[in-house]
């Protein structure tokens, strides 16, 4: 039973444009919920990340959104540069269930220069 | 300030042989992850520890496959007589297990069964 989806497997976008990747959950007792980025052969790497207590989170180029009611959350990657072409995963947990994370099956990002 | 540190990076194994994969946590970290990516497919989780102790391993295939994680020593994930659907990136991460942190991966181990 899949509780994190990714429904995209690929996505292809132009340089210096935006990149939304998109993930959804099924279980409401998620409260952290994480992005991963995964180059070929690399073990994947942390992101960004955002608590159930907001709906929105910066760093950088990178900001995450979450909709608790719509159970979605996304990824958006302003401008796209050619370095972040990689296989994007999200990722939730739950406080109470002892801190596991449970993982979507990745969306293929390629940014075209 | 090492990360998570798996080894070995590659490993070959004829069907019937055990395979043991090493992960040791980043300093500080305490909760051990063990996942399994097939060619094509995401990351399936299949254990979780913390020192001593499973905490769920409901990812884990009920035969041939074990893990552990001792109060000293890296977090070992024991795969024996490994079939060729064994063949499989496995990937390690590490956190703290406080509320609301992240968990850090390593390089992952890719292991061809032939």
Request: net charge positive.
């Amino acid at each position: 039973d899949q509780q994190v989806k990714q429904n995209s497997p690929s996505l292809s976008v132009q340089e210096g444009r935006i990149s939304i990747l998109n993930c959804d959950y099924t279980n409401s007792m998620f409260d952290y919920f994480l992005w991963y980025k995964k180059y070929p052969a690399e073990g994947p790497t942390f992101l960004i990340s955002i608590s159930s207590i907001k709906d929105k989170n910066e760093d950088g180029r990178f900001t995450v959104f979450l909709n608790k009611s719509a159970k979605h959350l996304s990824l958006h990657i302003v401008p796209s540069q050619p370095g972040d072409s990689a296989v994007y995963f999200c990722a939730a947990s739950a406080t109470g269930t002892g801190n596991q994370f449970y993982f979507g099956t990745g969306t293929s990002l390629t940014v075209i220069p | 300030n090492a990360g998570v540190m798996q080894n070995p990076r590659h490993l070959v194994r004829r069907r019937g042989q055990e395979a043991r994969l090493r992960c040791s946590p980043m300093k500080g970290h305490s909760h051990v992850y063990w996942y399994r990516q097939l060619p094509e497919e995401g990351l399936k989780f299949m254990v979780y520890l913390q020192k001593e102790n499973i905490i769920d391993e409901s990812g884990m295939p009920k035969e041939r496959f074990s893990a552990e994680f001792p109060k000293e020593g890296p977090s070992i994930l024991r795969i024996q007589q490994v079939v060729r659907g064994d063949s499989a990136a496995y990937f390690c991460a590490s956190s703290r297990g406080i509320m609301n942190t992240e968990a850090f991966f390593g390089q992952g181990t890719r292991l061809t069964v032939v």
